[in-house]
């Protein structure tokens, strides 16, 4: 589903931001990534979902190349791929109907199509009543919830999240990973970037951990090697 | 759950589901644009009244120079040619000269005054009627007043007109006034080449302000678009409602330049019918007809169009989505 393959990316101004990363996600699996700010997660996110081209190596998505991909297909790729940020990046001006319904628009669903759909994701994040919400009307964490309901609105196959729960109480980002937990057992693919190790360690999924640019482990970690990497990491 | 991830496979519209949706969305963006300029009064209202005044100085002058052309009709008869038949050509050869002369594709009119007629209007109009009647005989030839066609009524044309009905073996002389009609050609030449050169400078600034009025609303739909380029969307879905808002500064500028040349021709109106009649004149000023003005509001809506898809095609590729 996801195949990176000694994949390299350096920034103009010489800064190697990735080197030689390999490693493969599987359809249906979840997963971690992780690793202090600058190691790394957001340039292999931003690889995955074509806002940054590799320098060298090969990535592949959906069975597609993305280190020789075309401009006009780019948003063709970006529809198989469910995007999450900590910014949430919804539409200011638009209420959260429209906001979830977005890709379905773009992609020329049916309107009643459209109403059915956009009601199945938001009762899925628990936000069915605030279907004529503006985003500035919402909690943080109910904007997190309409940005995961835009990016499974469209059944992508996979979904990246960069650091989901970083505004988020301990509460409230668990229940944003349970979200993620039940669409994942439907066999979307879920990768996760996330510098909370408790959380990673409280979930026990394939955590692929990078430092530097460099990918240094990838694996299950448990309570007390979250704990290892996070003094390794922070002190 | 398992019905929105149907084992993973991202399920798509069909084809044929999509055509048929396509109408409507183009709709919807059409109006959901129009919805957008209603929400910047200001900013819409102004572009509108610079695109209309742009628009209403080329339309004028095309107002003139049409009036102008209606003016010249009237002294069609300056391009007439005089034939002088010899003194020796009898009435029937004179009239078997006006049959084949009648016959030039060029020739719209022939008109036939006698050496007697001639002689009589001489009589009325120099006033030397009591000393011509002294004379042992006619002086005056016959005369043919030949009209060239539409075609053949520029210089050129009546030139080369009057050379060959000079070779008429009949004509002893033909006359054409060609330094007067050479004059006006050369000034309607000089007026259209001015008005095609302003036109076209206020249709260039047409374009550029269209273009700059959408390349501000790309920037400050800046955060949007990059959404929209995240969750999927093409070029040409995001370009759409700034195409519109195009055609709708185009179909408003239009209607505004129309409106504007309307009232200009029927202010000045009045003043032309009171001096044509000093000049015992019927000329009334032609102000727009329908087709005119149906054919400036979709000549604004080109130029508009055109503004903004330059403005599209330069800056929607160059924002991306960012993560952060």
Known sequence: ?235 | MSNIHSSGLKARSSLLARLLTLPIRHFQQAVGSLGNLWRTPFTTVMTIFVLGISLALPATLHLFVKNAEQVSEQWDSASQITLFLKLSTSEKSAQNLIKRISLYNDVAEVRYISAKQALKEFKILSGFGQSLEYLDKNPLPATLLVTPTQRASQAQAANALLAKLSKEREVEQGKLDLEWLTRLEAMARLIEDIVLGVALLLCLSVVLIVGNTIRLAILNERDAIAIMKLVGATDSFIQRPFLYSGIWYGIFGGILSCIAVTLLAWYLGYAISDLSELYQSNFQLQGLSGSEALMLIGFAVVLALVGSYISVSQHIKAIEPNAD
């Not at chain 1, 000694?6 to 190697?16: C, Q």
């Not at chain 1, 997660?41 to 190349?65: A, D, Y």
């Not at chain 1, 190790?197 to 448990?222: C, F, H, Q």
């Open chain 1, 1 to 235: 589903m996801i195949n990176f393959n000694k994949v390299n990316k350096t920034y103009p101004g010489g800064f190697l931001a990735l080197k030689q990363v390999s490693f493969s996600l599987e359809s249906g699996e979840m997963a971690f990534l992780t690793g202090h700010s600058g190691a790394g997660k957001s340039t292999l996110l931003k690889l995955i979902s074509l806002m940054e081209k590799p320098s060298s190596g090969s990535i592949q998505v959906n069975h597609t190349e993305l280190s020789d991909i075309q401009y006009k297909q780019v948003p063709y790729v970006r529809r198989g791929i469910g995007m999450i940020f900590q910014s949430h990046n919804l539409l200011k001006d638009r209420t959260v109907f429209d906001n979830v319904a977005l890709p379905l628009i773009i992609e020329g669903v049916s309107h009643s199509e459209i109403k059915k759909r956009v009601a199945t994701a938001l009762d899925k994040v628990h936000l069915s009543a605030k279907l004529k919400c503006y985003p500035h009307m919402l909690s943080g964490g109910e904007q997190q919830r309409v940005g995961i309901a835009r990016a499974i609105v469209n059944k992508p196959p996979i979904l990246l999240a960069d650091e989901p729960t970083g505004n988020l109480d301990p509460k409230l980002s668990l229940d944003i990973i349970s979200l993620f937990e039940e669409f994942n057992a439907a066999g979307v693919t879920v990768l996760i970037a996330t510098h909370d190790l408790g959380l990673i360690a409280r979930m026990k999924y394939r955590t692929l951990t990078l430092k530097e640019g460099t990918m240094i482990n990838d694996g299950i970690v448990d309570g007390l090697q979250a704990q290892g990497r996070y003094d390794e990491q922070y002190s």
